[in-house]
């Protein structure tokens, strides 16, 4: 899964790139995600005193609201070791980029994910060059400063195809493969979901396939949506 971080200090532009890239992205035909890292540890996006938040003082882990224009999940949970794989997984099927705002510690040092850089003064830019890798472009307020690095500036103000462009060229091979070798069959073990390639998921599910066709009753003709579950019995059943 393609992913971008988009990090930086309070105020430097992050929030800007991200809509600039969201909307870009869309209009040509991707389908992104955002993900946003809150540091304050007593956040909620819960409201005090409505019926979610009562639900989620009475015990319930998740909460689900339904509206006519919108679904909220809200699931409480310790994310202190949150890891990429998690948010990942927290992304819908369908998700084709995922774009992150924050999350520092976990991306900095990460070379599979590109980094966008907001910053506000020079100190910023020098320190963001030491500590992430690999940068993608800088952005914000700051210009003259960070054209003095081989590391490209973009104005999201007035370039906002500029940016686009930049992610979409990073991303687009792997976005193409994704599509390509859409995932044909799936094996979760509880919550975690097995890593499969191409082979392995044509392997598997032909072999599963062969085995349901000679089954009384079941008539494969190809396209099936087939589920098996098994779950664990105790020793008293």
């Not at 930086?8 to 991200?18: D, L, V």
């Not at 339904?66 to 998690?86: C, G, H, R, W």
């Not at 066709?213 to 579950?229: C, D």
Request: proline letters at 5%; aromatic letters at 4%.
């Amino acid at each position: 899964m393609p992913i971008i971080a988009v990090v930086g200090s309070k105020k430097s532009g992050k929030t800007t790139a991200i809509e600039t890239l969201v909307k870009g992205l869309t209009k040509r035909g991707y389908k992104v995600a955002t993900v946003k890292h809150v540091p304050e540890p007593d956040f909620t996006i819960d409201t005090q005193g409505k019926d979610t938040w009562r639900h989620a003082k009475a015990g319930a882990t998740t909460i689900i609201s339904v509206a006519p224009n919108e679904i909220a999940t809200i699931k409480k949970a310790d994310t202190t070791k949150y890891s990429l794989e998690q948010i990942i997984k927290d992304c819908q099927e369908d998700t084709e980029i995922i774009i992150l705002e924050g999350f520092r510690k976990l991306t900095e040092q990460n070379p599979t994910v590109p980094k966008i850089v907001a910053a506000k003064t020079t100190e910023e830019i020098l320190d963001a060059s030491k500590h992430f890798k690999p940068i993608l472009t800088f952005v914000g307020p700051i210009q003259k400063e960070a054209t003095k690095l081989k590391i490209p500036y973009i104005d999201t103000l007035k370039e906002q195809e500029k940016l686009v462009n930049l992610v979409e060229e990073k991303v687009a091979a792997q976005v193409k493969r994704k599509r390509k070798h859409k995932e044909e069959l799936k094996i979760q073990i509880n919550e975690q979901t097995l890593p499969l390639n191409p082979f392995v998921q044509k392997f598997i599910k032909n072999t599963i396939l062969g085995m349901i066709s000679t089954l009384k009753g079941a008539a494969i003709k190809g396209g099936e949506s087939v589920s098996i579950i098994i779950k664990s019995l105790s020793k008293h059943d």
